[in-house]
């Protein structure tokens, strides 16, 4: 079988490779990202690997004039194609998982990073200022952490915390038993009037998209601490930034913000990023923003490709 593989890096090179030979398909592998352009690079393709370019309506019906099948996406998130308009002409869309770790150990951290003040410590440290003004920080172990979200990453979450001694609530619409052993599921109204920390760990629907906004913030303790490693429309940034100038945020950390997938995974170093609220909160000494890099291990890279193959391979059978 035959597979076009877009957007792929470097260090992508030696994985698509090894998985390419071991389920024995000839790969195109591209750097390009896929655009009415690059879509030629699809012809004789039974299938295309993508990541994170929006693929809408007029591209997928060249792909599928070249009599592609499938389009499997190596990202957890698919709402940047149009998979709805791709299976009305009888190709099928994919996303991937992988190890629940990644992410879950980066939102541990980042946590970590926020109740301690690391980045006041680490740019004060920089520039000579070894003083211990406005940098006193919190013990996780006595504060209530709240998880929205107890899927896969959501769980592992809160095993990772069930260690620190937290005190751990738990939204989501289908409570497990193996959560409940670590945590207690609430409402979500609960969950936001009586957490000092709160992450978030969904998807993004229709129902998710700015759940956290001036109303909701308005419910939550005041200093909360707010970690979102899943997507960056679960929050309102506006009413965030305005919490945080006032200070009912103490404190946020952000590997996903609105707007982001014109920015990130590019390099803006000698140019205006043009994205006002991001700069903002860039800014602020509480805020810790990284670019979407929490799923970024060797681990989950490697499933990620491996899972967009067998994808590729299993659909263009018809399986």
């Known amino acids: 079988m035959k597979i076009a593989v877009y957007s792929c890096r470097k260090d992508e090179i030696h994985l698509f490779e090894q998985y390419g030979k071991e389920y024995d398909a000839e790969l195109v592998l591209s750097p390009l990202p896929p655009t009415k352009e690059t879509a030629r690079l699809a012809e004789g393709c039974t299938a295309v690997d993508i990541i994170t370019t929006p693929v809408g309506r007029e591209l997928i019906d060249i792909w599928h ?3 592609v099948k499938a389009i499997a996406t190596r990202t957890v998130g698919y709402e940047h194609v149009d998979y709805e308009y791709a299976e009305s002409l009888g190709i099928s869309v994919s996303n ?12 541990v951290m980042a946590m970590l ?7 006041a410590i680490i740019t004060r440290y920089m520039g000579q200022d ?33 260690g620190f001694g ?21 409402s979500l109204d609960a969950l936001y009037r009586e957490a000092d920390l709160i992450t978030l760990h969904t998807p993004a629907l229709p129902e998710t998209c700015g759940m956290i906004n001036k109303n909701t913030i308005a419910s939550m303790k005041d200093g909360v601490v707010l970690i979102n490693m899943a997507r960056g429309v679960l929050v309102n940034t506006a009413d965030l ?34 994205h006002h609220e991001m700069a903002i909160l860039q800014a602020m000494p509480n805020v810790i923003m990284t670019p979407h890099t929490a799923f970024f ?16 391979i299993k659909a263009g059978s018809g399986e």
């Open 166 to 186: 937290c005190r751990i609530l738990a939204y989501d619409v289908f409570e497990k038993d193996s959560v409940r052993r670590f945590a207690e599921y609430c």
């Open 297 to 312: 291990t060797d681990e989950a890279v490697g499933d990620m490709i491996r899972y967009s193959i067998e994808h590729c």
């Open 130 to 162: 070894f003083s211990l003004k406005e940098i006193r920080g919190r013990e996780l172990c006595n504060m209530t952490v709240g998880v929205i979200g107890t899927g896969k990453i959501g769980e592992t979450v809160i095993r990772n915390l069930s």
């Open 241 to 274: 930034i305005e919490a945080l100038e006032r200070g009912k945020v103490a404190a946020a950390a952000l590997d996903v913000v609105e707007g982001e997938s014109a920015i990130y995974y590019k390099d803006f170093k000698y140019k205006p990023v043009g």
């Open 96 to 107: 991937v998982s992988y190890t629940p770790h990644t992410v879950a150990e980066y939102t």
């Open 65 to 67: 004039s070249y009599g």
């Open 113 to 119: 990073m926020a109740i301690r003040k690391m980045k």
